[in-house]
């Protein structure tokens, strides 16, 4: 059985999140107040009491000590994966989880990355759309006659989610409900993520990843900017730059996944957003979630089978 570790991007935060785990598991609370203390963010009152969790220079560090403290629970089982992705913010955990990065610098890499996504526009100027029911050729035929509306993650056959400016947008969505998309939702996040209104940040972002030292990876990682894994001595730093201007291909991701005999599934961190959007893919694969004490336990047992 060939098995992928999957992590969540931004979105899937939920209220008290890690608060068992912490309590629970001595690995996941000493990985997660390393994250803590690297992010200088009180990462605690974040993800258990939701402080701060209005920013995504909170929320992406939170998440992602999370998914990386966790994730340090499974290794000290002797739990790995045949290969690892994750959505957006969860490709830095999955490069994690390959040894690319440490805990502590991913958590202060992607702080410093959610404050450059927020500020890449001003404040109301851009926004993110989601679309449920329309293909892609239904979604780029509606977004043509807007030359700033992107697609910016290419989530599955049937959803999409779009990134551009605000009063296009709001457009956009009577258009797209009107021509009978099935859910067509304003996300709630400060602005625009994966297209090119974001190339400024992009090239500052540029800068933070070259403070930092990156390991060839361990193990093979997918790049939400190629749809498919980090090809050998393939330019990790550019790749993640790419990613933060350019669409997230995770359907291709997925696919590709599939094609290449992965039959089993497990998303690691808060919401199960990806394990949803897998079982209605996969209907055949093993497609779990670990994201909470008892999912944890139920996990290990069927590890220990």
């Not at 995504?56 to 998914?67: G, K, M, R, W, Y």
């Not at 679309?131 to 807007?146: H, L, N």
């Not at 972002?205 to 393939?234: M, Q, R, T």
């Amino acid at each position: 059985m060939k098995t992928a570790f999957l992590f969540p991007g931004q979105g899937a935060q939920t209220p008290g999140m890690g608060a068992d785990l912490y309590d629970y598991s001595d690995t996941f609370r000493r990985t997660f107040d390393q994250c803590s203390q690297s992010a200088g963010v009180d990462l605690a009152a974040a993800c258990f009491e939701g402080r701060g969790m209005d920013d995504s220079e909170t929320i992406q560090p939170a998440i992602f000590a999370h998914t990386v403290s966790l994730l340090a629970v499974l290794a000290a089982e002797g739990i790995s994966a045949d290969v690892y992705a994750g959505l957006s913010l969860g490709e830095y955990s999955a490069l994690c989880a390959a040894g690319v990065l440490t805990p502590e610098a991913g958590t202060a890499l992607v702080r410093r990355r959610g404050a450059l996504m927020d500020g890449a526009m001003p404040p109301g100027e851009g926004g993110m759309l989601s679309v449920i029911g329309f293909g892609m050729e239904q979604v780029e035929a509606a977004t043509a006659p807007y030359p700033e509306v992107y697609l910016a993650n290419h989530l599955s056959d049937q959803q999409m989610v779009l990134g551009g400016r605000m009063d296009d947008l709001m457009k956009l969505k009577d258009e797209l409900e009107a021509a009978g998309a099935k859910m067509v939702t304003l996300l709630a996040v400060k602005g625009p993520s994966h297209c090119p209104l974001l190339s400024g940040a992009a090239k500052r972002f540029a800068e933070e990843l070259a403070k930092i030292d990156l390991a060839p990876p361990a193990g093979v990682v997918y790049s939400n900017a190629l749809g498919a894994p980090y090809p050998p001595h393939s330019d990790i730093r550019a790749l993640l730059c790419e990613q933060m201007r350019a669409r997230v291909r995770w359907h291709d991701c997925v696919e590709h996944m599939l094609a290449n005999g992965v039959t089993r599934f497990v998303e690691i961190g808060p919401g199960n957003v990806l394990a949803k959007l897998l079982k209605r893919r996969a209907k055949g694969a093993k497609v779990l979630s670990v994201r909470d004490v008892d999912t944890l336990k139920a996990f290990l047992s069927e590890e220990e089978g």
